[in-house]
């Protein structure tokens, strides 16, 4: 990628791309920890929601056209500072940080900073759609996820 703006499709690629990891993760997780049955299940609805939100996202990428907003360009190098962030899913990054996750805090911490960036990034998209509510059911959602694993931080892991 050069320095050049994403489009809009790109920007949902990205987003399929970003709740496909979510889904790994959280999968992995559900394995890694499944002797605690409150933590696998967390871990497998996190994943559940993941996998709807691809493929809602998918359903979106059909719709788009590639029309730019208002301010395409800040957009556009806000959502690009993102993807190349040390967290985001430049790729192979964050799965290694997943492969070094040993405790069940390190496993919480990671997946709500993964949540909050996941969802920085959808508000970022979110001005680049015209189809918002699609946008915003899946933002609701992802803050349903980070209110979750606040709750399962208070309860276990005190």
Known sequence: MGKEGFSVREIVEQAVRTEKLGYDFYSSMAERFKDRVE???????LAKKEQIHEQRFEKLQESI?????EGWE?????MRAFVE???????DKALM???EIQSVQDAVDFALAFEKETLLYFLGLRKTVKEKDIVDAIIDEEQSHITWLNRFKDRFLK
Not at 85 to 91: A, E, H, K, R, V
């Open 85 to 91: 962030s040390g967290f985001f899913l430049g790729s």
């Open 65 to 69: 056209d590639d029309e730019e907003t």
């Open 39 to 45: 933590l696998k299940d967390l871990f497998e609805t």
């Open 97 to 99: 940080r997943m492969k």
């Open 74 to 78: 800040d957009v556009s190098e806000y």
